[in-house]
């Protein structure tokens, strides 16, 4: 049983897909379209994404690109009725898991959920990297601190991870920002400093000992 995110605009399959699914004793959100699905898979962490490719604005293959992109790491079905080779080999390289084209048996999309919900559970805490009382779990995407669970945004996640793994050295701004934002514009030359300001407020401002410090004239460092 998953918390999943179903992401179907035709409403005559959405509905009783997720009525199928719901049956099988899976958590069922729905999205209409790609701008929605981003939106949902922001707030919350779900175990499993079903994604139709064709939607209306953001494609799925979209939506599928920029979750990789954000080191998301949910395993993702695509539904589509494209089902030549060149199709699912773009599925599969904007990070899809696995590939379904329709018209497609409503019991083969159970059986290919099954699958994909065990693969993601067998893993849960393979993926852990921990601090003092920091934890971060990377496959589901959570922090906590003393227990205590943390809202990241992808990005602030992205850095805390960069922070953990790279622990006691100084981290220039150079080396962040490239690491946040490689290929991308960022939205200003102050970029880095916002981003870590933003994180510290969410990991450190209720803690006695602060784990990001800033070296003045160099970047940062984190450790106790
Ligand atoms: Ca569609």
């Not at 992401?7 to 958590?27: F, N, Q």
């Not at 979209?62 to 954000?70: A, S, W």
């Not at 701004?173 to 969410?202: D, F, M």
Request: hydrophobic share 40%.
């Amino acid at each position: 049983m998953v918390h999943l995110l179903l992401v179907e605009d035709e409403v005559e399959l959405a509905l009783p897909l997720k009525l199928a699914l719901a049956r099988e004793g899976h958590g069922v959100d729905l999205a209409q379209d790609g701008e929605e699905a981003l939106a949902r898979l922001t707030e919350q962490n779900y175990d499993l994404l079903i994604l139709d490719w064709m939607l209306p604005g953001v494609s799925g293959l979209e939506v599928c690109q920029r979750l990789r992109k954000d080191h998301r790491l949910l395993p993702i079905l695509i539904l589509t009725a494209r089902d030549g080779v060149d199709d699912r080999v773009q599925g599969l390289d904007a990070g899809a898991d696995d590939y379904l084209v329709k018209p497609f048996e409503l019991k083969e999309l159970l059986a290919r959920v099954r699958a994909l919900a065990r693969r993601s559970q067998e893993a849960p805490t393979q993926e852990r990297l921990t601090y003092n009382d920091l934890t971060l779990d990377l496959t589901g995407k959570l922090a906590f601190r003393r227990g205590v669970p943390i809202e990241l945004s992808a990005k602030e996640f992205q850095l805390l991870t960069y922070f953990l793994q790279h622990q006691g050295r100084v981290m220039s701004h150079e080396e962040i920002y490239q690491y946040l934002w490689q290929g991308e514009t960022a939205p200003n030359s102050n970029v880095v400093a916002a981003q870590v300001k933003l994180l510290r407020r969410k990991v450190d401002r209720d803690f006695e000992s602060p784990l990001i410090h800033t070296v003045y004239g160099l970047g940062y460092r984190f450790g106790a």
